[in-house]
């Protein structure tokens, strides 16, 4: 995985240690092997967000698990209700 440093360069070095970077695909994220500093976070993953249904089949095939995830919700959007009925 390459990384771009404030210079515009692409390296696959870390900046602060000069380590390895190693992506962690299933938490999206870039850390370095090393030191373990993250050069990035939850990458967005484009090929499978938010898909359009044009047909009433597809609309059926497409899984949504709630709502996305939000850096600017107190709780990052990971609430869970179980009983909007019960809640006061």
């Known amino acids: ?13 870390c900046p602060e240690c000069s380590g390895s970077v190693i992506s962690l695909n299933q938490i999206g994220e870039d850390v370095c092997s090393q030191c373990g500093l ?12 938010d898909k ?9 095939q497409r899984e949504h698990t709630g709502a996305p995830i ?3 919700l107190p709780d990052i959007g990971l609430t869970t209700v179980i009983d909007r009925k019960r809640l006061k």
């Open 1 to 13: 995985m390459n990384v771009i440093s404030d210079l515009n360069i692409i390296s696959d070095l």
């Open 52 to 60: 359009r249904a044009y047909t009433s089949q597809e609309k059926n």
């Open 38 to 49: 993250v050069l990035k976070e939850r990458s967005v993953d484009l090929a499978h967000s």
């Open 70 to 72: 939000s850096s600017l």
